[in-house]
Nanobody, 128 residues
Framework: QVHLVESGGGLVQAGGSLRLSCAAS????????MGWFRQAPGKEREFVAA????????YYANFVKGRFTISRDNAKNTVYLQMNSLKPEDTGVYYC?????????????????????WGQGTQVTVSS
C-alpha cells in the first residue's frame, strides 16, 4: 500500500498557474505509474494526466493538453502537476493516484480502475 499526500491547491484567477505536488510513501515509488484526477461538484471524478513509472510516457486528457504538464522526481518520491492558463472549468478537487500494478505502460488514457491508492485531494478554485 502507498500513502499519498497532495499539496499546492488554492484560489487563482483565470489565466493563472498552480503547481500541485503529491508526496508518496510506503512502497517503491519508482516502479509505479502515477496519475492526477479531478472532481467538480456534482460531477464524476475524471482523468486529467498520468505518467509512467519511469517518466518515459505521459498521458493527458484532451481538455488539458498544452496547458498542464505532469512530471515526477523518483528521488523525491513526488509527482507534480503544473497547471497553466487555468480556466474556471478547471475548478475542482484534484486527486493524486498510484497504479495498481508496477512497471506498466498504458495503451491509452488510464481510467479510475487502473489506480489502487488515492490521496485525500487538494482544492483548486479558478475565479473568472
Amino acid at each position: 500500500q502507498v500513502h499519498l499526500v497532495e499539496s499546492g491547491g488554492g484560489l487563482v484567477q483565470a489565466g493563472g498557474s498552480l503547481r500541485l505536488s503529491c508526496a508518496a510513501s510506503g512502497r517503491t515509488f519508482s516502479t509505479y505509474g502515477m496519475g492526477w484526477f479531478r472532481q467538480a461538484p456534482g460531477k464524476e471524478r475524471e482523468f486529467v494526466a498520468a505518467i509512467s513509472w519511469n517518466g518515459g510516457k505521459t498521458y493527458y486528457a484532451n481538455f488539458v493538453k498544452g496547458r498542464f504538464t505532469i512530471s515526477r522526481d523518483n528521488a523525491k518520491n513526488t509527482v507534480y502537476l503544473q497547471m497553466n492558463s487555468l480556466k474556471p472549468e478547471d475548478t475542482g478537487v484534484y486527486y493524486c493516484a498510484a497504479d495498481r500494478r508496477a512497471l506498466r505502460y498504458y495503451s491509452g488514457s488510464p481510467g479510475l480502475a487502473d489506480f489502487g491508492s488515492w490521496g485525500q485531494g487538494t482544492q483548486v478554485t479558478v475565479s473568472s
